[in-house]
């Protein structure tokens, strides 16, 4: 059974930063898409950011120039540094790894418990 294990997360002055750890058994973080969400009481769901199996990246525009993800292939782990932090941050962040067949059939879709991230102003 697959199991992504969020670490990182806590109480951080804004202007600040913080490491997100997502660590994959189960399942190999290289070859899937390894994504951070976001999740906030009252707001929808955002996708932060995303890293594909070729290691191409994507960044929800909010956290462009603030926000890197990266994976390590030896340790099987994704991580997301978070500087620059703002108020606007806080949210329980998620992390996600999905992986479709070549005929675009979803292969797995595996979820983290969460890690909450405040920042405070």
């Known amino acids: 059974q697959a199991q992504l294990v969020e670490s990182g997360g806590g109480l951080v002055q804004a202007g600040g930063s913080l490491r997100l750890s997502c660590a994959a058994s189960?399942?190999?973080?290289?070859?899937?898409?390894m994504n951070w969400y976001r999740h906030a009481p009252g707001k929808e769901r955002e996708l932060v950011a995303s890293?594909?199996?070729?290691?191409?990246?994507n960044y929800l525009d909010s956290v462009k120039g603030r926000f890197t993800i990266w994976r390590s292939t030896a340790k099987n782990t994704v991580y997301l540094q978070m500087n620059s932090l703002k108020p606007e941050d806080k949210s329980v962040y998620y992390c996600?790894?999905?992986?479709?067949?070549?005929?675009?059939?979803?292969?797995?879709?595996?979820w983290g418990q969460g890690t909450q991230v405040t920042v405070s102003s």
């Open positions: 189960g399942i190999i973080a290289s070859i899937s898409t």
């Open positions: 890293i594909g199996s070729g290691g191409t990246t």
């Open positions: 996600n790894a999905a992986r479709r067949t070549w005929r675009g059939a979803v292969e797995y879709d595996y």
